[in-house]
């Protein structure tokens, strides 16, 4: 018998149709013997709707009133499946995350979990219950509701499985798990068996969509096993999937896992600063306090030593408060020109075999070289390399990498 903490993402219960197969995968694991915890999300594009209707109502609706109405979604997913297995003589109790409870702290609208009391769901698990959780919401220590921000339900399956102790988390989406590119932008991309939490990790935060950052965080400082399978497989074809474990785990290490593309960043360059102590400090402060987080950083001096340039990221929703963040700096930094550029794509290349292999940002940089890519920008850590591309040669980037690295030879 295995303890399974299994989360349907919003295309999984987006109809009654997807909520009976759900119904009917949960059954198949209970015939296994297996016990069984059900997180899940709100039905696909409810959440949306929902946010458009505190938006008709008022420009300025309260964040504590906001997670309210937006938690509502998941708690009638988690009503309609409770509902439909009770119905089909399974026994199954529904719990919101005010019942269990999942505490997090006071910040709406992206809260994070700071403890959840797992008796509750222990002691219904031992009477032979499904226990169906909407995911995404959780409770202040005040005892206001809190939502845990966009994708939320991840995290919140990852942490109710860490805090039962669960054998696996199972996260079930439209896509079959995790692979070696974008299948729509890659066609030769193939599914990965087996990924790092370290590698699913920088390629969720690197434009990968099948898991939210915090919930890999969570499971790999939990060691937390995590399977993505798809929720629109038949079942009479078993589990296909990924499985995203411990770098111990996997044998045959790749010295690159996957190749990934973003769009989601603008880049701003500052000409010509007045080069002195703490002008970076400076400039990335102003940013870091008005909530703007900097990804990628290059700073140039030059040749005299008397003026600098400093290129950054943001996200690209953020381009224009920065800018505007830029220019009521100007009259301190005394800079000679501002660019915005947000025609860029981020191209990675991620693998927890660079660790043991050189010259791997050379190949990288060669195979765009080319293919006549040019680069902007450049970040490196120990398993990723990051470039700035324009974004019209993404998949031409994508493909060349792809190939290059020989990901379409991966077996599944």
Known sequence: MSRIVMKFGGTSVGSVERINHVADIVKAELDLGNQIVVVLSAMSGETDRLINLTKDLSDNFPSSEYDVVISSGEQTSAGFLAGLLSSKGIKAQSRMGWQIPIITNDDFRSARIKAIHSEEILNLLESNEVVVIPGFQGITSEGRITTLGRGGSDTSAVAIAAAIEADFCDIYTDVDGVYT??????????????????????????????????????????????????????????????????????????????????????????????????????????????????????????????????????????????????????????????????????????????????????????????????????????????????RDLTERALNMLHEHFELGKITE
């Open 181 to 390: 590119s974008d299948p729509n932008k890659v066609p030769n991309a193939k599914r990965l068996d087996k990924i790092s939490y370290e590698e699913m990790l920088e390629m969720s935060s690197l434009g990968a969509k099948v898991l939210q950052t915090r919930s890999v965080e969570t499971a790999m400082n939990n060691n937390v096993v995590l399977r993505v399978l798809s929720s629109f497989s038949d079942l009479s074809e078993g589990k296909k999937g990924t499985l995203v474990c411990s770098e111990n785990g996997i044998s045959d290490k790749k010295i690159v896992t996957g190749v990934t593309s973003s769009s989601a960043d603008a880049k701003l360059t500052l000409k010509g600063i007045k080069d002195k102590p703490g002008v970076a400090a400076e400039i990335l402060g102003v940013l870091a306090d008005n909530g703007i987080n900097v990804d990628m950083i290059v700073q140039n001096i030059s040749d005299d030593r008397r003026t600098t340039d400093l290129t950054y990221t943001v996200p690209v929703d953020e381009s224009d408060k920065a800018k505007k963040l830029m220019e009521d700096l100007s009259s301190n930094l005394s800079y000679k020109d501002l660019i915005v550029d947000s025609n860029i794509s981020k191209i990675s290349i991620i693998g927890v075999g660079m660790r043991s292999n050189a010259g791997v940002a050379s190949q990288m940089f060669r195979v765009l070289s080319q293919n006549n890519i040019n680069i902007d920008v450049i970040s490196t850590s120990e398993i990723k390399i990051s470039v700035l591309i324009s």
